[in-house]
């Protein structure tokens, strides 16, 4: 996936509340829109670099929007994290149109509704079987180690189990971890945070949902999904 809009750097001020943040552009303190509602207190720290694509929208009382930032790790090197929360599903849909996961016969439809939930996607492969697929973005990370989520997420629960409903009904069932930066080492369940989340996770394993999880080939202006990630549920 590749922004449309003009990308620029800036250096990240302060974030008062969850969709605004004040950033140093070219020498001038812009109000930005933060498109990630997670907490992200160990990306956005105070001075720390992050990428802007800017609006086409006039009318917009926010010039930018914050997609990504750099993060500078314990031996002095630099992690590019994307972390826009509307980038994995158009990043997996992408992925999917390629045939790689389901052929590149299946019908694949987003926002797709599923008992009381709506899930990402429905896929329905050539033979037509109907497989369900729920994104998660993730952002978190401490020494090569990716977590989800960084906070607590009652709906992700929900997902998951209606998940294992699916597959109990004779569906597919998929929970794709779409790992917003390159170089990690496992994906893992984020155990303090969340603890109901990873068993869940556990559970829908145990029934047959299929846990995936990919990094990503992260630039300023663009984010592709990569290499499978191991999961450790343990």
Known sequence: MKYEGRVVEGIFHSRPNRFIAYVEVK?????????????????????????????????RSTRFDV?????RLEDGSVLLINMDS?????????????????????TIKREVKYGDS???????????????????????????IVMF??????????????LIKAKEEGHGAYILIL????????????????????EALREGEKKGVVILSYDSIVTPSSIVLSDSVPVDLS
């Open 27 to 59: 020498g001038k303190e812009e109000k930005c829109h933060v498109k990630n509602t997670g907490r992200c207190k160990e990306l956005l720290i105070p001075g720390c670099k992050v990428y802007l694509e800017e609006s086409k929208n006039e009318n």
């Open 67 to 71: 997609i990504a930032t750099e993060k």
């Open 86 to 106: 509307q980038a994995p599903n158009s990043v997996v849909e992408e992925w999917l149109k390629k045939g790689t996961l389901f052929g590149d016969k299946a």
């Open 118 to 144: 709506r899930f990402d996607f429905s896929i329905t492969d050539e033979n037509g079987l109907v497989s369900y697929l729920e994104v998660k973005g993730c952002t978190l990370e401490k020494d090569g």
């Open 149 to 162: 989520p960084d906070a607590p997420t009652e709906r992700g629960v929900k997902h998951i189990r209606e």
């Open 179 to 198: 790992i917003q930066m390159k170089g990690v080492k496992k994906f893992i369940p984020n155990w303090d945070t969340h603890p109901e989340f990873g």
